[in-house]
């Protein structure tokens, strides 16, 4: 099945600095990929997706990018706020079916 | 946006009973909703796929009999946890996604089971 490694578990950035998460999987067949925020306690919502066709997708401060070929993408978060605190999971599905699997998460701290 | 709505938020229960969790979705249909669990600080772990009018498919090493699943419509999926006992006690959220494949995952608020 697939396995989907995340990057690093805990991240700690400067208000205003950059963030980013690396993930990577292992099954060619995923042409999936989404993110989501989890806060304490709440349900993970989904920030940004890219599906295989493409290589990178910008929404405002966040994006993602796609390497195929080695078989990684990554969050990149600018300008950081300190509302960005949050974990990340990011997750992969594969062609024709439903069942995501998640990375093991990353816990963002944004300091002041 | 679509809405998946997860009931109750919070439960708290003795050992031996049993607790039953809804999860719906509120404006679309879902034929497939996911349950998961999740430890304090840890990733979701996909428990089972809820399929309606069929019966779910369990990920290996999770109890069918101590975790019912019931798929009655295509808005409404429970889990029910039979007998629980304290390590039971997680934070279980489900999910639904509009369409059968390659579709965004909405997810519920989560419920936080406590057994004493």
């Known amino acids: 099945g697939e396995n989907v490694e995340q990057h690093p578990s805990t991240l700690s950035v400067q208000e205003g600095d950059s963030a980013v998460i690396k993930c990577t999987y292992s099954?060619?067949?995923?042409?999936?990929f989404p993110w989501y925020k989890q806060e304490l306690g709440k349900r993970p919502q989904l920030i940004i997706d890219?599906?295989?066709?493409?290589g990178e997708k910008k929404d405002q401060r966040i994006a993602v990018t796609l390497n195929k070929t080695a078989k990684h993408f990554s969050l990149h978060i600018t300008e950081t706020q300190p509302e960005d605190s949050a974990v990340y999971f990011c997750?992969?599905?594969?062609?024709?079916?439903?069942?995501?699997?998640f990375g093991t998460g990353t816990q963002l701290k944004v300091e002041l | 946006g679509a809405v998946v709505s997860q009931h109750p938020s919070r439960v708290i229960c003795k050992s031996g009973t049993s607790v039953k969790i809804e999860c719906r979705s509120l404006?679309?249909?879902?034929?497939?909703m996911f349950w998961y669990r999740q430890f304090p600080k840890k990733s979701l772990m996909l428990m089972a796929t809820?399929?309606?009018?069929?019966?779910?498919?369990?990920e290996q090493g999770v109890e069918k009999d101590k975790f019912l699943i019931n798929h009655a419509s295509l808005t409404l999926s429970t889990l029910t946890v039979t007998s629980a006992h304290p390590e039971d006690s997680s934070f279980y959220i489900c999910?639904?996604?509009?369409?059968?494949?390659?579709?965004?995952?909405?997810f519920g608020n989560g419920t936080r089971l406590t057994v004493t």
């Open positions: 997750a992969a599905l594969k062609g024709g079916g439903n069942k995501l699997t």
């Open positions: 404006d679309f249909q879902a034929t497939t």
């Open positions: 809820s399929n309606e009018g069929s019966k779910a498919t369990y």
């Open positions: 999910s639904a996604s509009r369409d059968s494949y390659n579709s965004p995952l909405h």
């Open positions: 890219i599906r295989s066709n493409v």
């Open positions: 099954d060619s067949a995923s042409n999936y």
